[in-house]
């Protein structure tokens, strides 16, 4: 029996480490994918492990395996440094007959490993990109990052603010411009008044965050929020004197890139649950309040729609480009 090796980082993995790995398995009858971490990696092990877990599902020659990268040295030569790793990987693996790796120094890995090495796709032809500008730059090479990996990078966007102001509209007009998703305040699917309960508002956070993690999902590059916890807390305290401990744990589930803050300088509509007309600005300052005292920095959004989407639109592209 040919048993196979991959290493890697996986830092995230993309289409062109999953064509090095199934090119890898016709040349072998097992083949061990061997992903490394450190602590301090910019994306965790866990989530890049799990990512090869999900796509190499029901493949019974893959065998992946996650080592901690604590034997690796920089600061040697190659020869040296891939006699380390040849070093741990046997201790490891035991006995490798095959190692294809996109990587020259893979000769010399192999040479110390006592096995062949098979130079994959050197020159990046078939995946012109690198993990590194993946991180780097991952709305450019969007083609290349698989499915699983796309909701690490997808940027989540929250319109937040009081009641009126137009966020609604804004989601839902945005995320089809932007051919993406968007995600309503799903308190409307389960209240439809202002007498609620406790436990009430409870599932409405928890709603709230599986929402978001679904939709991010689908989601092209961003994803639009029309809430989030904290405007959750902000109600509950406002109609109830209370603010359940849970909502500030649901509170830290989803991290949002970028706040937009919706000004009051638009005509209040009542819908049939609006009941705060009287207090807007007293209901802004609460909102305010609350991104400043967290230390999370917001875009105020002001002037009539028209001038609100223009606005919002810009910011979306800033963000495209980077």
């Known amino acids: ?14 289409t062109g480490h999953i064509a090095l790995i199934n090119f890898a398995t016709l040349h072998c009858d097992e083949l061990i994918v061997s992903m490394s971490y450190k602590d301090d990696d910019p994306i965790t092990g866990n ?11 029901g493949e019974p020659k893959i065998k992946l395996a996650l080592v901690k990268d604590d034997f690796d040295n920089e600061s040697l030569d190659w020869p040296e440094r891939t006699k380390v790793w040849a070093s741990f990987l046997r201790k490891q693996y035991g006995t490798i007959d095959i190692l294809v790796s996109s990587e020259v120094y893979g000769y010399l890995l192999a040479d110390h490993l006592s096995c062949k090495h098979i130079l994959f796709d050197p020159d990046r032809r078939k995946n012109p990109v690198s993990a590194s500008l993946i991180r780097t730059k991952p709305f450019t090479y969007w ?4 499915a699983v990996v796309r909701p690490f990078f997808v940027k989540k966007i929250c319109f937040y603010g009081s009641e009126s102001t137009g966020k609604s509209f804004m989601a839902e007009k945005l995320a089809a411009h932007y051919q993406t998703e968007f995600v309503p305040e799903v308190a409307k699917e389960i209240v439809n008044s202002n007498e609620f309960t406790v436990e009430e508002i409870i599932k409405i956070g928890y709603v709230q965050v599986e929402r978001i993690k679904e939709k991010s999902k689908t989601a092209n590059k961003i994803l639009f929020c029309d ?11 406002h109609y109830l004197g209370i603010v359940p401990e849970i909502l500030f744990e649901l509170e830290k589930e989803i991290i949002y890139n ?11 509509v009542s819908d049939g649950m609006r009941d705060l007309g009287e207090q807007r600005e007293k209901i802004f300052e609460v909102f305010k309040i609350e991104l ?6 917001y875009l105020l959004v002001k002037g009539n729609y028209e001038e609100r989407l223009h606005f919002v639109k810009m910011e979306v592209d800033k963000m495209l480009d980077n």
């Open 292 to 297: 400043e005292k967290r230390g999370i920095p």
């Open 227 to 237: 809430t989030d916890a904290i405007t959750t807390q902000i109600y509950c305290r």
């Open 143 to 146: 083609e290349f990052i698989p």
């Open 258 to 268: 970028q706040y937009f803050l919706f000004d009051i300088d638009v005509p209040w």
């Open 47 to 57: 989530f890049r492990f799990n990512w090869l877990n999900e796509i190499f599902e």
């Open 1 to 14: 029996m040919k048993r196979g090796l991959v290493i890697g980082k996986f830092m995230p993995v993309h």
